[in-house]
Structures are given as C-alpha cells and as structure tokens.
C-alpha cells in the first residue's frame, strides 16, 4: 500500500548550496528580505516595451546579467517580475519610449493589467527566489535562442528544437515572444519556474536541467493523478508547489512511501 505524504518548508527553511560569493547580486540577498528601492552606485538602464510587455536593457551594469533577462538577437530583455526586482534593489532604471522615467508604481499597475502573463503573487515567488540567490528563469522560456529575430509586434523566435517544438514554429511568425508571455497564465497543473542553484558556471546558451520545476499551487493541494501525471512529464527532473497566501510564501514536495501490509 502507497502512500503520498505531504511535505513542506517555509521561506525561512530553505537552505541553498554551491553560493557564489563573487557575484554582485549577493550583496543584495545576505538579508534573505529585500526593502523596496535600494540605491546603488551601478545602475543599469532599460526601456520599457508596450507591445512586448517587456523591459530591453539598454545598459548592462553589474555581474547580474549573468543569470537574469532573455537574449534575442543580442539584445537582452527583462520579463515583468525580474524589471520589478531589478527596480526593488535599485539596480535598474526604465524608460518609456519618451525616455521618461518610470516610478516602481507605473511598473506596478503593468503588472496589475495582465498583459505580461504575470500577477502579484507570481512576482512574490520569483523576488523570494532571488532574494535566496536562486537563478530563475520562466518555465517554456528560452534563455538563448541562437539566429533568432525580434521585430516590433512580432518578436519570431527560431532556433533550437526545443524552442521550435515549443512554440510550434510558422513561417509567418504566428507565435511569438509576446504571445508566449501572455499565455502563461498559471494554473493548479501548469509550471511557473525553472528554478536552479546558485551556480557560477551558469550560462544561458546552456543552462542544463534545473534544479527543480516551480508550480503554483490553488489551496488545495494536486490530487495524485496530477502528481503521477507530473512524474511521468518531467521524469528525473524535481518538481515542487509553491502556495502565497498573505505575501508568506510556502514551498509543497511529495514523497512516496511504501507502508508495510499490517496483518
């Protein structure tokens, strides 16, 4: 007889491994809690994008890069949550398209509106991550896609097989980056984050197999055919849940247990 026992950690019961000291972002996370616009001598620059719902960094300061925005093209840009936890730990400014600063509140209502395929709670997961020097990236969402173009509108990803299977290429460009971001709308069976350990080799053209896969859980938790399913899915790749209620963040795993057969 089998049995699924519910297992859990809170945010202060994570413990991280294989920590890279030389990294400039760890000056920002050895309080584990961040408080909200910190000041910082180096700051990178961005410009925010309407139709992409994303941030192009038009300025790289700092070793962060290493780990946060996507390339395309050989541009780099920011996801919605890493422009806001950029912004947060004073790291990074952004532009509109007048070049017109704009305030952590602006970015906060982008967010609110739904287009970027994120929401708050999704953002408080991905700053509590970073806050514990995890590299996070979105899950479904190339790193690095080699030969690719970007264009106003369209944003065509080409590339590797697992981009084109993923995004089920057309020659007219149909899916796109912005399409991909707008279609992640999380639900109890559907992957948040690819989330790997503080790594000093990490490199986006190959990140390599994560550490573990990030779904966001409802209040209830998965039943086991939605585990078993997920097992059979990511194979030896980990999964876990994730639950945000009233801005705590908690981290589920499953673990099977065979219990004898009692006469």
């Keep these: 007889m089998g049995s699924d026992d519910w297992g859990s950690c809170s945010d202060n019961e994570v413990y991280l491994q294989d920590r890279n000291e030389d990294d400039d972002e760890e000056d920002c996370y050895s309080s584990g809690f961040l408080s909200k616009l910190q000041f910082r001598k180096d700051i990178s620059k961005a410009r925010w994008v309407d139709d992409l719902a994303m941030a192009e960094v038009v300025e790289k300061k700092g070793k962060m890069w290493v780990t946060m925005g996507i390339v395309r093209n050989g541009n780099t840009y920011c996801s919605i949550e890493e422009t806001l936890f950029l912004i947060e730990i004073g790291a990074l400014h952004v532009l509109d398209g007048n ?133 059979r899915k990511h194979g030896a790749i980990p999964f876990k849940f994730c639950h945000v209620e009233t801005g705590r963040v908690s981290f589920f795993s499953f673990a099977k247990t065979e219990l004898p057969i009692l006469p």
């Design 99 to 231: 070049d017109i600063h704009l305030s952590l509140k602006e970015l906060y209502v982008k967010l609110s509106n739904g287009k970027s395929g994120c929401y708050w709670e999704l953002f408080e997961v991905y700053k509590h991550l970073k806050s514990l020097g995890y590299v996070v990236g979105r899950h479904g969402i190339p790193w690095s896609v080699k030969g690719q173009q970007i264009k106003s509108g369209t944003c065509s990803l080409e590339g590797t097989q697992e981009s084109n299977e993923m995004l089920e290429m057309e020659p007219k460009g149909e899916n796109s980056v912005i399409e991909l971001f707008n279609n992640m709308q999380i639900t109890d069976v559907s992957p948040a984050f690819n989330v790997y350990l503080p790594n000093s080799k990490f490199r986006k053209s190959s990140p390599g197999d994560p550490s573990f896969v990030l779904y966001i859980s409802s209040c209830s938790p998965p039943s086991r055919v939605e585990i078993e399913a997920l097992e």
